[in-house]
């Protein structure tokens, strides 16, 4: 644990800039003193489970940096399509256009097989974020995991936030993740409430006095 001068670093485990942005909005009210993973750190998400690769994340980041470390695994499982693409929604293409343009393929092919055997179209899907700290030995200490039921738009909406956000649309809200300021999605999304999760974990593990 840092001295009072020094507040205690925490690494964010992404090179996900839209994450780190998330997670510099989340914890801004925690005197850490939160930082990027280093450049060139890139760790194969070869876990089953979005909990699993964040522990993977988390491990490998805080062994290279000798820091805590902070990790977020997070996914789209779309219910009409058996929950993919879940652990591999970012290998899903190359960019985010690109994922967003297969997934709204792949769920138009599914919503139409479904309209020939006379089912209703389901564009049902959840968001989930799995969180995983570890100590700067790379021990895991701290595991949750967030979730935001939603569904796919079939066209992109609005132009805030990244990745999946124009086209997940959260019913309670009247809007798409992209559409929302980072207050609601800090609330509401699957990200924030993770974090609401962690966060009384995070402060007594890294911010109680010695
Ligand atoms: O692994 P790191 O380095 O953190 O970054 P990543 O982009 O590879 O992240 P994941 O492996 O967790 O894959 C998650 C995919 O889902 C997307 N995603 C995650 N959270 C999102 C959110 O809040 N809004 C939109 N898309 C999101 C993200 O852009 C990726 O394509
Ligand atoms: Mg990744």
């Known amino acids: 644990m840092a001295g009072p001068l020094e507040p205690t670093v925490l690494v964010i485990a992404s090179g996900n800039a839209g994450k780190i942005r998330e997670f510099a909005h989340l914890l801004v009210s925690l005197p850490l003193a939160v930082r990027p993973q280093p450049d060139g750190l890139d760790v194969e998400e070869t876990g089953t489970s979005f909990a699993a ?20 695994d997070s996914g789209l499982a779309v219910a009409a399509l058996g929950g993919a693409p879940g652990v591999h929604s970012a ?3 190359d960019s985010d256009p690109a994922r967003i ?5 792949e769920l138009g092919a599914a919503d139409q097989q479904r309209q020939a055997q006379g089912l209703p179209s389901d564009r049902r899907a959840a968001f989930v974020a799995a969180l995983a700290v570890a ?11 967030g979730r935001c039921e939603g569904v796919i738009l079939e066209a992109p909406r609005g132009s805030g936030g990244f990745g999946y956000d124009p086209v997940f649309f959260v019913p309670e809200t009247g809007l798409s993740y992209a559409e929302m300021d980072k207050g609601l999605k800090g609330r509401i999304g699957h990200r924030g409430r993770a974090f609401a999760l962690l966060e009384p974990e995070l402060k007594n593990l890294l911010l109680r006095p010695t």
Request: charged fraction near 30%; charge should be positive.
């Open 53 to 72: 690769n964040a522990r993977l994340k988390a491990e490998a980041v805080a062994r290279a940096t000798g820091q805590w470390a902070l990790a977020d």
């Open 101 to 105: 343009a297969r997934l709204l393929s």
């Open 135 to 145: 100590d700067p030995s790379g021990a895991i200490r701290l595991e949750v995991e």
């Open 91 to 93: 290998r899903y293409a």
